[in-house]
């Protein structure tokens, strides 16, 4: 029987390739709901090819759209707005799967409430995870959802961890079943072997242009950062309920290998393949199945040669700033995290250069008190401190640059 799929975030980069992918099985998922926070236009495309039930964009859109639905006689599809329309729709009890792919702190409630509504979550929102780790996490075992990861590093972690791994319970962060250690490759973004000097001038549109990568622009300025990769670090202590004391990050250029995980009998497991989101998104979606994605299989003669090197923490704080907060728990994650998404604004709208986007992190880390994060409220409240921390330290310390 076919599946029904809501995209958070259909428009975007992520939600382009899930309907790549959904679109070579017709038979196997059916679009039920998508949404998007800009780029009507494309929304309209996309409602044009899959005929969804239901569309979601902001209260100022919805004029616009319900127009734009009509002129190609598409009024059936029914308009949602804003968070709640967010939420119906990744809860809505006719949807099996949700693909969680808005971008940054927006994705958390309309992630959670998928969580919560018990489906089947194809998690790309590392921020929402990041934010609110185990809040997440327990709300997905008490509400029997499956958390299923298409960030591409953790579907290869998680194609390299034994079959039930996500389901034991979770001990202290220790690793389990003979799992030793995870390695976290990282490209190392455009800037790998850019000085201090260097980095200091770059600007937004080099930020964005990954060597391997077609990405969303925040997500850019995140791997060339390596914020990318210290998110990545706390998705996976979360998602692998495993300490950061066991995550090593390795640079691996190439983007071939996606991460690896080592076991104590001396094997180290990788998992291979083009770099293209289409396949741990192809993954997510079958598991424990498997589905065709459109990725030409990996050749590997044309890959001489795969390179490993350690990250340099000096050019790039971020990692070790992402690693203190995963080390500090609390709410240090969400402070972490909305005083990125903060920087990394600034930085695209060209107020600060590229060199202080973990400057505006630390600062917030430094000038806001890490609490325990029990619930969401609290959780929420750190996110709101951290983004008028970071406003702040921009307008008075780097005041002079915009
Ligand atoms: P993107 O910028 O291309 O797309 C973001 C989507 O979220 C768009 O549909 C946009 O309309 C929507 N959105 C943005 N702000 C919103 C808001 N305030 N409310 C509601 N919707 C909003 O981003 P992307 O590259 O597709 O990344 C999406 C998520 O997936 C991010 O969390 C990113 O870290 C993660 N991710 C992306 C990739 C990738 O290859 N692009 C890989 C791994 C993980
Ligand atoms: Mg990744």
């Not at 639905?69 to 939420?87: N, S, W």
């Not at 099996?96 to 979550?121: H, Q």
């Not at 290869?156 to 079959?163: K, R, S, T, V, W």
């Not at 790998?192 to 600007?203: A, D, K, M």
Request: aromatic content about 4%.
């Amino acid at each position: 029987m076919s599946q029904t799929v809501c995209i958070l975030g259909a428009t975007g980069s992520i939600g382009q390739s899930t309907l790549k992918v959904l679109a070579e099985h017709p038979e196997k998922y059916t679009v039920y709901a998508v949404t998007a926070n800009s780029r009507i236009d494309e929304l309209v495309a996309i409602c044009k090819q899959f005929k969804p039930k239901i569309a979601v964009v902001p209260t100022e859109l919805v004029d616009h759209l319900a127009q734009l639905l009509k002129q190609h006689q598409l009024q059936q599809i029914e308009i949602l707005a804003d968070e709640a329309g967010l939420i119906a729709a990744a809860s809505h009890p006719e949807v099996d799967v949700v693909m969680a792919a808005i971008v940054g702190a927006a994705g958390l409630l309309p992630t959670l409430a998928a969580v919560k509504a018990g489906k089947r979550v194809l998690l790309a929102n590392k921020e929402a995870l990041v934010m609110s780790g185990d809040i997440m996490l327990q709300a997905a075992r008490q509400h029997q959802a499956l958390l299923l990861p298409v960030d591409s590093e953790h579907n290869a972690i998680f194609q390299c961890l034994p079959q039930n791994y996500l389901q034991l319970e979770r001990e202290n962060y220790q690793p389990k079943q003979g799992v030793s250690q995870i390695l976290l490759t990282a490209s190392g973004g455009p800037f790998l072997n850019f000085s201090i000097e260097q980095l200091q001038t770059v600007t937004p549109a080099q930020a964005c242009k990954h060597p391997n990568w077609s990405m969303g622009q925040k997500i850019s300025v995140d791997s060339a950062t390596l914020m990318n990769k210290g998110l990545e670090l706390i998705e996976a202590c979360h998602l692998f309920s495993i300490s950061e004391h066991f995550v090593t990050v390795v640079i691996h250029p190439q983007s071939i290998i996606h991460s690896m995980v080592q076991y104590v009998d001396g094997s180290t497991l990788a998992q291979m393949g083009n770099p293209d989101m289409c396949t741990p998104i192809a993954h997510a979606l079958a598991w424990p199945n498997r589905i065709s994605a459109p990725v030409p299989t990996l050749d590997v003669f044309s890959h001489q040669h795969l390179n490993f090197e350690q990250p340099d923490l000096q050019r790039f704080p971020a990692l070790t700033l992402a690693r203190q907060a995963m080390r500090s728990g609390g709410t240090a994650p969400a402070i972490l995290n909305a005083a990125n998404e903060i920087a990394v604004a600034a930085f695209l709208a060209q107020k600060i250069p590229f060199t202080a986007i973990p400057e505006v992190v630390d600062f917030s880390l430094n000038h806001i008190a890490i609490t325990s994060a029990d619930d969401l409220d609290t959780i929420l409240d750190a996110d709101t401190s951290a983004r008028r921390a970071a406003q702040q330290y921009i307008a008075t310390q780097r005041g002079g640059l915009a």
